[in-house]
């Protein structure tokens, strides 16, 4: 299969799967297994930046005004609404921030075709989106304890197969947070995460290791952004009408698919 195709499948991928419940890092790590692609090697991290600029991208433009009213309420630093919130933006990123940091090079060793690990986490996503779906919907907002206890399920995703928006979200929704406020604080507290996993990326040497043409890359990029944009205002208005349950049975689907297949091979 021409690498141009395997570029634009891996961006839609990237695209749904970053903002669905059902885990990219798994998905992508599953895609990568079955088109034979070495994009998750630390010699050719490319890729990977490319499709995460583009849901960044994605989460940036369908979120503007929102990041616009943070970016605000911290400049002005003045007691408000606005600026409160963004203390919790900031309180959700220190636990995964603190682990991505601390434990950069143990979490690599996960990224490695491993469809027992996927497989399994793929189903703990599953029981979660399931009790999640069950809570009842509430127009509470997200506390500064929230926020830290948001953060911490956004660090323990960092596991491929556990899947981000899946895991916050349930959390959120769970706490007894508004379904569209969960979904809105999801999404707004990864974005500055995202950015700062592709700076340090790009400072290890993700762009010049590569040795990948520019037409992939930007096939890739595209793919995952328009997908992205989709997926983000898809899975909002899904939050809201409580169908968490069918990507609970999704994920518990293909997690089983993936821990058999990796055991009987």
């Known amino acids: 299969m021409a690498e141009w195709i395997k570029a634009i499948i891996l961006g839609i991928v990237q695209g749904l799967t970053e903002f669905l419940p059902v885990s990219s890092s798994g998905h992508i ?13 630390d010699s050719n991290m490319m890729m990977t930046v490319v499709l995460h600029a583009a849901t960044a991208l994605s989460t940036i433009v369908i979120f503007r005004k929102d990041i616009g009213k943070i970016l605000s309420g911290l400049m002005q ?13 900031i309180l959700s990123m220190i ?3 603190f682990i991505g940091v601390v434990f950069d090079d143990y979490i690599d060793s996960f990224f490695s075709g491993n469809l027992v690990l996927v ?17 009842k919907s509430t127009d509470k907002g997200v506390s500064n304890t929230n926020a830290i206890i948001i953060g911490i399920s956004q660090a323990i995703a960092i ?15 769970l706490l007894g947070i508004d379904r569209s406020e969960s979904a809105r604080f999801s999404f707004l507290m990864v974005v500055p995460l995202i950015l700062g996993k592709m700076a340090k990326d ?13 037409t992939p890359l930007l096939l890739g990029f595209i793919a995952a952004f328009l997908t992205g944009l989709v997926a983000c205002k898809w899975m909002i208005a899904i939050v809201k009408r409580s169908k968490l ?3 609970s049975l999704y994920c518990l689907i293909v997690g089983t698919i993936g821990l058999t297949y990796q055991l009987l091979m």
Do not use: C, H
Request: hydrophobic residues 45%.
């Open 245 to 247: 349950r069918y990507f």
């Open 202 to 214: 790009v400072m290890d040497g993700a762009l010049t290791q590569s040795g990948q043409e520019i």
């Open 29 to 41: 790590e599953i895609f990568n297994y079955i088109l034979d692609t070495d994009y998750s090697n």
């Open 77 to 89: 630093f003045k007691w408000n609404d606005d600026f409160k919130f963004s203390l919790k933006i």
């Open 159 to 173: 596991l491929p197969g556990i899947s981000r928006s899946g895991a916050t979200i349930s959390t959120s929704v």
């Open 95 to 97: 636990p995964a921030a």
């Open 119 to 135: 497989g399994s986490m793929l189903i703990v996503t599953a029981i979660l989106l399931y009790f999640a779906d069950k809570a």
